[in-house]
């Protein structure tokens, strides 16, 4: 069973602020929003039925982040309950683009663009897996992506 759900295209997944995400602050530390876009992401994978631990095993390939950067807008700040809004927003043969968004409420306090590119474990660029590919595919629709 995942967690989150799906609105349309975005894939929504709740986090809670604990004691040991803040700073002395009780601040959310800036790099554990990347740990939070990171385990939305793979829920978002597991809700479409794509279990990265199958990969890894069946298939020696792994889907590995190549490029993100963040927007800080507003902290977040212990015991608060966040939502990670996940939606792809490119497919290419070897990577994806997503883009997340980190809200408190309907406040956006951190916006993720990511590039995730799909290895073999030893290293080098392998082509999405045809069932993968067509999941991304129907999520985009017939004009986006390649």
Excluded: W
């Amino acid at each position: 069973m995942t967690q989150g759900r799906l609105e349309g295209s975005t894939f929504i997944f709740p986090i809670r602020i604990y004691y040991e995400d803040t700073d002395a602050g009780e601040i959310v530390y800036y790099a554990n929003y990347f740990k939070f876009a990171e385990r939305a992401r793979t829920e978002f994978l597991r809700h479409f039925g794509i279990k990265q631990s199958e990969l890894l095993e069946n298939d020696r390939i792994a889907f590995a982040v190549r490029k993100a950067e963040a927007d800080y807008r507003k902290p977040a700040r212990l015991d608060d309950l966040l939502e990670v809004h996940t939606e792809l927003v490119k497919l290419g043969g070897a990577s994806l683009e997503m883009e997340q968004q980190l809200k408190r409420g309907e406040e956006t306090l951190v916006s993720v663009k990511v590039r995730v590119a799909c290895i073999h474990l030893e290293g080098r660029p392998m082509p999405i897996p045809q069932n993968i590919r067509k999941i991304f595919k129907e999520m985009l629709g017939e004009n986006h992506g390649s």
